[in-house]
């Protein structure tokens, strides 16, 4: 069982912790391995071929379901976006370790890869890739959910509020399913738009939840010396590292909240960390060239 960490904050004087999901597997971390758990089982219990998903060059699902596959001993393909890296991987530290996994990397252009939810162009996929388990960009789907659905134990109904980082949808209506009516579940989503709404609703049973829509820092993948800052103080502080895209992002709204008065110091707080660490690698690279500070 993961040990809940308590975020002493002197300046805030908040009651926020942080459950370090991205110490639940070395390799398959975080919210990852929720929401590849059954996916993996229905698979091998249905006999497929491998596995089958969709991913970019920094996707922290695309390393992850590599990581499984290379140890259960399953095929997997990536379908990546974009290919300007098709041609030398190596310069890619997630693309990279996904091949060293053994993932077979199919790079296709944007505008195809936009096709990704087109069953017509999943046939097209399933023709090459003969009964390969399609899994959707980000491994959202309702066994994803089931296995997000495992990340709250019964321990974590002490809190007030719960939040998490929101990419696809998945992690965040697992909390929600699993929370009690009588806590807030909030998302930060790591993108513009307010798409993310609907696509939760379509798994989430309950209402009791909420997206902040201010701390996306510009969009996916999108830094500033402000959120690398903030990060490489918290690492110092609390000896926990934070990735850029997702939990960085979450911790400083988490923090801005409270010292704004948004949440309240007197209530609960449970932060999720979802993983994610494996993309600080090609981060920094963006960063030195760039010539702006790196993540510590």
């Known amino acids: 069982?993961?040990?809940?960490?308590?975020?002493?904050n002197i300046r805030l004087n908040a009651q926020v912790s942080l459950k370090p999901e991205y110490l639940?597997?070395?390799?398959?971390?975080?919210?990852k391995y929720r929401k590849l758990k059954y996916n993996l089982q229905k698979a091998q219990s249905e006999n497929y071929?491998?596995?089958?998903?969709?991913?970019?060059?920094?996707s922290n699902h695309i390393a992850a379901?590599?990581?499984a596959g290379q140890a259960l001993n399953i095929p997997t393909v990536g379908i990546i976006r974009g290919e300007e890296l098709a041609s030398n991987t190596a310069l890619n530290s997630t693309l990279s370790y996904a091949k060293s996994c053994g993932m077979h990397l199919d790079f296709v252009s944007r505008s195809t890869y936009n096709d990704k939810t087109d069953l017509a162009y999943l046939k097209t996929l399933l023709e090459t890739y003969e009964n390969f388990y399609v899994i959707p960009e980000g491994g959202t789907n309702a066994l994803a959910v089931k296995g997000c659905q495992e990340i709250l134990t019964e321990k974590d109904q002490a809190f007030d509020v719960i939040c998490c980082a929101v990419g696809t949808g998945g992690t965040i209506s697992g909390l929600i399913n699993a929370s009690l009516p009588t806590q807030k579940i909030i998302g930060f989503p790591a993108l513009k738009g307010g798409f993310l709404n609907q696509d939760i609703r379509k798994f989430a049973t309950q209402s009791n939840w909420e997206l902040w829509e201010a701390y996306h820092f510009g969009g996916y993948a999108r830094v500033d010396s402000k959120l690398i800052s903030f990060m490489n103080d918290f690492k110092s502080i609390y000896n926990i590292p934070l990735d850029p895209v997702y939990t960085a992002k979450m911790m400083y709204g988490i923090f801005d909240a409270i010292q704004s008065g948004e949440l309240s110091k007197n209530i609960k707080v449970l932060a999720i960390h979802t993983g994610g660490l494996q993309g600080i690698e090609g981060m920094n690279?963006?960063?030195?060239?760039?010539?702006?500070?790196v993540i510590v």
Do not use: C, W, Y
């Not at 690279?285 to 500070?293: I, Y």
């Open 49 to 58: 071929n491998g596995i089958l998903t969709f991913g970019g060059a920094f």
């Open 285 to 293: 690279l963006r960063l030195k060239q760039k010539k702006l500070d």
């Open 65 to 67: 379901t590599a990581a």
């Open 1 to 8: 069982m993961l040990s809940i960490k308590t975020l002493e």
């Open 24 to 31: 639940i597997h070395p390799t398959v971390s975080g919210n």
